[in-house]
């Protein structure tokens, strides 16, 4: 892989992303949105000493015209990378509805992909145990504990009477609201995902948000005690760029 480095435009436009790629940073067609949603935040998630490297790496393989007027590399990313890292992080030894969809995103990237509803049913359940994991737990646990002791001591109960009724309103209200949440982005971006890929559309897959899905992953990973996966995610686009179709 080239190795030239990568203009000032170019890492600024990474420091300071807009929604649409670049024009003018780079000597090729600029890539899909998609993509430059992706390879922007995780500019951002990736260490400050490993960042400007990634980046020029990341311009050398777009001079090259990797094939992004397809999912290709989106699919290839995911089986390869993404859901990998989401089933070593589940550590609850069920890794099927992760090999379910591991396997559509593999057909996909050979050019069989599945329609709308078998994507859906199938993504529905690693969505949920992504946000569900990607929910910021410590946050809303402290939030409503204290306001939930506060309350009690404002109505008669003693300090450790409140402390004990903050801690079991924080339990119960956290562990309701991170399903609620999950739930809620499992309905959202089940059925928009499904037809993004069902129909490989690019301009549909990037209306999905996948900057802000790869924050999740990376939040998701890293509460599971995986303080490398967004180097190991950056990786892994790079390698599904680099082996993919060429136009």
């Given at each position: ?9 170019f ?10 790629p ?13 993509l ?31 094939e992004?007027?397809?999912l ?16 070593e992080a ?5 890794s ?31 969505l ?50 991170a399903?609620?949440?999950a ?32 924050r999740?992953?990376v ?8 303080s ?20």
């Amino acid at each position: 892989m080239p190795t030239t480095a990568a203009p000032e435009a170019f890492l600024t436009a990474l420091r300071n992303p807009a929604p649409e790629p670049p024009t003018a940073a780079l000597a090729g067609a600029p890539p899909a949105t998609w993509l430059w949603r992706v390879a922007t935040a995780l500019h951002e998630q990736l260490p400050t000493d490993t960042r400007e490297d990634w980046a020029t790496r990341l311009y050398a393989l777009l001079g090259e015209g990797p094939e992004t007027s397809t999912l290709y590399a989106a699919h290839a990313w995911h089986s390869d990378t993404v859901l990998p890292l989401l089933a070593e992080a589940a550590h609850d030894g069920d890794s099927s509805a992760f090999a379910a969809l591991t396997d559509l995103h593999r057909a996909a990237a050979r050019g069989r992909t599945a329609d709308q509803d078998t994507w859906r049913s199938t993504l529905t359940p690693v969505l949920l145990r992504l946000y569900d994991a990607a929910y910021d737990r410590t946050s809303a646990y402290a939030e409503a504990h204290t306001g939930a002791r506060d309350y009690a001591l404002a109505n008669g109960f003693s300090a450790t009477e409140a402390d004990g009724y903050g801690h079991e309103y924080a339990r119960l209200s956290s562990d309701a609201n991170a399903r609620s949440s999950a739930e809620a982005h499992a309905e959202a971006l089940g059925p928009a995902l499904g037809w993004a890929y069902a129909t490989d559309g690019c301009e549909a897959y990037a209306d999905t948000y996948p900057d802000a899905q790869l924050r999740a992953v990376v939040r998701a990973t890293t509460e599971r005690g995986d303080s490398l996966s967004a180097p190991r995610l950056a990786e892994g686009l790079l390698s599904a760029l680099d082996c993919g179709p060429k136009p």
